[in-house]
């Protein structure tokens, strides 16, 4: 069985400050691990993944992620925050092959 | 194609007509999924076809709700006799077995 967890459903920072969205996962095996966002209208574009290579993983757009298997999370982090990051993000675990999980959703809102 | 590809964009179905949703994947992906997106919520998942085989169907809300992969290429998601709580978003994606998966932009179904 695998679930995630994000931690907040809206998240609300300041231009140029930094940016934390918070995710816990459960599984019985080793996962895979992936952010997306998703911005309004839009589909799902991949941010990053982690599939057991380096635990901290660099994407885009200045986004990073780092997996720590004692604490079962997987926090997304950018230091500075853009006007254009404001969007939804989703956690996903996955077990490499059909079984893949959402969390409910982080909105980020970046105020001006 | 570049990428996951869907059609129609968006749809306006009157209470019980019959809607097909159309899904072309990344070619050569063998593993194709359709989540479900209501408002304000994340992606559920639908159903899983490995080529043209549709080995989990465990999320179809109904019997209404019907899937083929007839070619294990294009894909679409039939919705008969469409009830208002079928709006949302529907979202094809499509992976290399064990690796990332690639969303499309979603089919927007609103029902009336």
């Known amino acids: 069985a695998q679930s995630v967890t994000q931690l907040d459903s809206h998240v609300s920072v300041s231009e140029g400050t930094p940016v934390l969205l918070r995710c816990n996962y459960s599984s019985s095996y080793s996962p895979s691990l992936f952010w997306y966002v998703q911005h309004p209208n839009k589909g799902l574009q991949l941010l990053l993944k982690y599939t057991s290579a380096a635990t901290l993983v660099k994407g885009i757009n200045g986004f990073e992620a780092e997996f720590k298997k004692s604490e079962t999370s997987f926090h997304l982090t950018k230091p500075s925050a853009h006007m254009s990051d404001a969007a939804e993000y989703f956690c996903v675990v996955s077990d490499g092959y059909q079984k893949v999980t959402f969390g409910i959703g982080t909105k980020l809102q970046v105020i001006p | 194609g570049a990428g996951v590809s869907q059609s129609p964009r968006y749809k306006v179905a009157k209470r019980g007509q019959d809607v097909a949703l159309r899904c072309d994947p990344i070619s050569g992906h063998v593993s194709l999924f359709w989540y479900q997106q209501a408002l304000g919520q994340g992606p559920e998942f639908l159903t899983y076809f490995q080529n043209e085989a549709q080995l989990d169907k465990s999320g179809l809300p109904s019997d209404r709700f019907f899937a083929e992969r007839p070619e294990g290429s294009v894909s679409t998601l039939k919705i008969q006799r469409t009830q208002q709580e079928d709006s949302a978003v529907y979202l094809c994606?499509?992976?290399?077995?064990?690796?990332?998966?690639?969303f499309g932009e979603g089919s927007w179904l609103t029902v009336v």
């Open positions: 994606a499509s992976s290399v077995e064990g690796n990332t998966i690639y």
